[in-house]
């Protein structure tokens, strides 16, 4: 085997450093273009209280170069510049021409897409802005969401004039509630994913959830209308309609317990002569249970002599 190396050395040696040199001459060959898409623009030179905007915001960039080099890169090598020096508020059109692309030495940009982008130029204004915190999940069963505060309850936002008139508060990072049975607090950050936008003057925001009892309503149907008169009365009142439906309001576990024997209609005829009236029903519910509705509402009820039987 040592021998085997030992032959021909000069000549094994010599095809080895020729198929090397082959090697890197091919790699260092300018190869096929490249395409590399979502490349994003970016500004310098930018005007004082303008805010610089583009459309499209990323362009398409072909390269060609030595293969060593095109096959290696990446996309966040390639950097794509937009001049701004002079420039003065309002929409105009930048062609590609004038793009400042930075590339790694001996790749050369072959083609870029789109050829002209639209750049607006708007003023940078600061403007006090609501908190609005970002809530997940659901409490408990039987709980709702009462109401969220926080403090403080406004920060400064600084941005382009148009973005912060669309901007209706600023988002919190997110707050899960789930199954949570009890009012509960929190610190959480401004959560502004815009880069454009900047919050002044950031601070921690503490967040305070107060829960409320989630009312369920409930409707009873036929449940029997009583008449309210002394015993010792000598007249007998009669009912056109005798049974009421009855819709209520209530605690998701009250309503729960609730049956129609806990439910009482009720009207009273005491002080009332001979006659017939139009009157309202007196309802009467466990606490915490309100009526929200009663039919029909209002009753016809007739009042005349009791027929006495003589025996």
């Known amino acids: 085997m040592r021998n085997w190396f030992r032959h021909n050395l000069g000549i094994k040696l010599a095809s080895l450093a020729c198929a090397l040199a082959l090697f890197f001459y091919v790699l260092g060959q300018q190869g096929e273009p490249i395409s590399f898409g979502d490349v994003p623009l970016d500004f ?49 059109l930048y062609p590609s021409e004038e793009f400042k692309i930075k590339c790694p030495e001996g790749v050369r940009v072959v083609k870029i897409t ?117 015993p010792s009365s000598l007249l007998e009142a009669r009912l056109k309609e005798k049974e009421a439906t009855i819709l209520l309001r209530g605690p998701q576990e009250a309503m729960a317990a609730l049956s129609p024997k806990d439910v009482t209609v009720a009207i009273d005829v005491t002080d009332l002569s001979r006659g017939t009236y139009k009157l309202k029903p007196e309802v009467t519910v466990p606490p915490k249970i309100e009526v929200v509705s009663i039919t029909p509402s209002i009753f016809e009820v007739t009042l005349g002599s009791k027929i006495v039987f003589m025996e």
Request: positive net charge.
């Open 44 to 92: 310098y030179n930018e005007p004082i209280n303008l805010a610089p905007s583009v459309t499209p915001d990323t362009i398409s960039v072909s390269l060609q170069g030595p293969r060593n080099i095109i096959l290696g890169l990446e996309r966040k090598q390639i950097k794509v510049y937009l001049d701004l020096k002079g420039k003065e508020k309002g929409r105009f």
């Open 114 to 230: 789109p050829r002209i982008v639209s750049v607006n130029l708007e003023p940078l204004i600061t403007k006090e802005m609501e908190i609005k915190p970002t809530i997940l999940g659901k409490p408990a069963p039987g709980y709702g969401i009462g109401k969220a505060t926080s403090s403080p309850k406004s920060l400064k936002v600084r941005g382009p004039e148009s973005r912060l008139k669309a901007l209706t508060g600023i988002p919190t990072t997110p707050i899960d509630v789930s199954d949570i049975s009890s009012n509960i607090a929190r610190v959480v950050k401004a959560d502004l994913t815009e880069r454009d936008l900047k919050i002044i003057g950031e601070v921690p925001i503490q967040v305070a959830i107060d829960l409320v009892r989630e009312l369920v309503e409930k409707r009873f149907k036929d449940i029997p209308v009583k008449i309210m008169q002394p």
